[in-house]
């Protein structure tokens, strides 16, 4: 009895060993492309009716391949062999990325990292080859050739991806990017062409071509141009690619000023001194002249067209274009004194809720505000000195004036201000409706009466996990209510009345009004009634900045009323009302 018991007991105790599951192994664990073969094999398996499975396994795959012992021709032919189906995850990718506001919501951030994340694997399967290499001695110029201009793609490919979105550059990777175009040239190959591959771009380039192109899309400072407009800068600089020339010595160069790439640092070319390559060893500078040339040329061609558009470079607008001019070619020093701080600032962003703050905040008339000019006199003084500033105008009850308009006041935390803007950041890392070229009214602690200043977002970078960083630049100290009533030279399909914002004149600020309007609505010398406060005027516009932000920033004037004849139907007008 006992023994069977015994028995009982021990078989119960194998049953239970053997149903006991066994930890599964990691993915990466079980991928093995450390051969030609192997590699093919293991594509051919890749479920590609179910594309999340096989941007994992991709992503795994080539992972395991950077951590693999292998020569650096078989990673390259392995990398070669993965390469097309990484072009369709990335793809993929894409159509589930969605950028509605910034910072990222979550959903849109894990697919953005991913996609950075699966290119930078992919260059450094391909840099890491490279290197091997070099340091080995075992160098085919044709393998050094693939290595490096698909290394210098996938890398620039990240860069774009992070402009796009105004995340910061990961360190190191302009040093790498610098370093490798070095090796090209060291080794003779940055100008050879490179054998064609379905890549992730479907272009073609040399090395030295890539290194170009990147360097080009940097100097248009990207985190100042407005949401997409990276993707159309880089297609005007492929386009234009072949008229930019690389120099290597800066006795070649006249000028003072030139567009440089400092090949020891971690940053992209900058437009700087010549004088300061003397402390650099290693440089090269990018000859942009013909290019600024036809840019300056677009400028004149768009000025009269449609949007602002012509047809020679239809990736490029009349704004973009003009401020693609001032990038490359201004230096971008601090025009302003700027002063650290630490309060909190009360932001509305977006036209319409810019309007409501300002005719909530306004003079009873245009005329008190005109009138108003000894508290006007001192105002931009008082801003950059961080005085309080008292003001002709009554404060306003900020969460009481939300609740009726229904206006969203957002709070951003001040890093500094100068007389002529702000760098703000946020208090919480939430979704914001911010974008470059946005209109914006402020309310800066600073001025206790409560004055809204009308400002532009300048640049905005995007951190993730803090939240955005932004540049204001002040406009105006304060705006006016315009309505729009007719337009009288021509018709129009928009609907009238239509509101718009006048900045008015300051003593020693500003010497000219503007008037703000949406964009593409009106054009120069269009005559329009318009009505400020309990004034109306008949003005015309003559000259419309369409860079100063996503809206028509308007020169005009103010036209004289025809007097009628005496004894004519008009001349009795203002009678018949009383009669």
């Not at 021709?73 to 390469?83: G, K, S």
């Not at 004149?300 to 012509?310: I, Q, R, T």
């Not at 100290?477 to 718009?500: A, C, F, T, W, Y």
Request: include cysteine; charge should be negative; proline fraction near 4%.
């Amino acid at each position: 009895m006992s023994i069977s018991l015994f028995k009982k007991k021990n078989n119960s105790n194998e049953t239970t060993k053997k149903s006991t599951p066994q930890a599964e192994p990691k993915l990466i664990d079980t991928i093995d492309i450390r051969t030609v073969s192997k590699a093919r094999s293991w594509v051919g398996e890749l479920p590609m009716m179910d594309m999340g499975e096989t941007t994992r396994r991709l992503f795994a795959g080539i992972t395991k391949l950077n951590q693999e012992p292998v020569s650096p021709q078989i990673r390259i032919d392995v990398t070669e062999i993965l390469l097309p189906y990484v072009k369709m995850a990335l793809e993929n990718l894409d159509r589930h990325f969605q950028t509605r506001s910034f910072p990222l919501p979550e959903r849109s951030q894990k697919v953005f990292d991913l996609k950075r994340s699966l290119l930078m694997e992919l260059a450094g399967s391909y840099q890491l080859a490279a290197l091997d290499m070099l340091t080995k001695n075992s160098v085919s110029k044709k393998k050094l050739l693939v290595s490096i201009g698909r290394a210098i793609q996938y890398m620039s490919s990240v860069i774009v991806n992070d402009y796009g979105v105004y995340a910061k550059n990961q360190k190191t990777i302009w040093h790498d990017i610098h370093h490798l175009y070095l090796l090209a040239c060291e080794n003779k190959i940055e100008t050879k062409e490179i054998p064609h591959k379905d890549d992730v771009n479907g272009e073609n380039f040399s090395i030295e071509e890539q290194y170009k192109l990147i360097n080009l899309v940097a100097l248009a400072a990207p985190n100042t141009l407005r949401h997409g407009e990276v993707t159309k800068v880089r297609e005007f600089f492929v386009k234009t690619l072949n008229e930019v020339s690389i120099i290597s010595n800066p006795d070649n160069v006249k000028s003072k000023f030139a567009h440089i790439a400092l090949m020891n640092s971690d940053e992209p070319a900058n437009l700087m001194p010549v004088s300061d390559l003397l402390n650099s060893p290693t440089s090269r500078i990018f000859d942009l002249s013909k290019v600024i040339k036809l840019i300056d040329q677009f400028v004149s061609l768009s000025e009269e067209s449609d949007l602002g558009v012509h047809d020679k470079l239809p990736m490029l607008t009349h704004s973009l274009a003009k401020r693609l001019v001032y990038v490359l070619t201004t230096i971008r020093n601090r025009r302003y004194k700027r002063f650290l701080r630490e309060e909190k600032a009360s932001l509305v962003i977006k036209m319409q809720d810019v309007i409501t703050m300002i005719r909530d905040n306004e003079p009873e008339s245009f005329m008190d505000q005109i009138n108003e000019d000894v508290e006007d006199d001192n105002i931009y003084e008082a801003l950059a000195a961080e005085d309080n500033i008292s003001s002709p105008w009554s404060d306003i009850d900020v969460e009481a004036l939300a609740d009726e308009r229904e206006v969203q006041i957002h709070s951003w935390q001040i890093e500094n201000s100068s007389s002529g803007g702000y760098g703000l950041k946020q208090v919480k890392n939430e979704a914001s409706t911010a974008r470059v070229g946005e209109l914006v009214a402020i309310k800066d602690p600073n001025d206790t009466a409560g004055l809204w200043q009308v400002a532009v977002t300048r640049w905005m970078d995007a951190f993730k996990n803090i939240g955005l960083k932004m540049g204001l630049e002040i406009l105006s100290l304060h705006g006016m209510v315009v309505q729009v009533d007719e337009i009288s030279n021509r018709e129009i399909s928009q609907k009238l009345p239509l509101e718009g914002v006048l900045l008015p004149t300051i003593d020693g600020a500003r010497d000219e009004a503007n008037l703000i309007f949406p964009g593409f609505i009106f054009q120069p010398e269009d005559e329009l009634v318009i009505t400020l406060g309990t004034r109306q005027q008949h003005v015309r516009i003559t000259a419309i900045d369409d860079t100063v932000g996503n809206f028509a920033y308007c020169k005009y004037e103010v036209l004289e009323k025809e007097e009628s004849a005496d004894g004519s139907l008009e001349s009795f007008e203002d009678v018949w009302e009383f009669l």
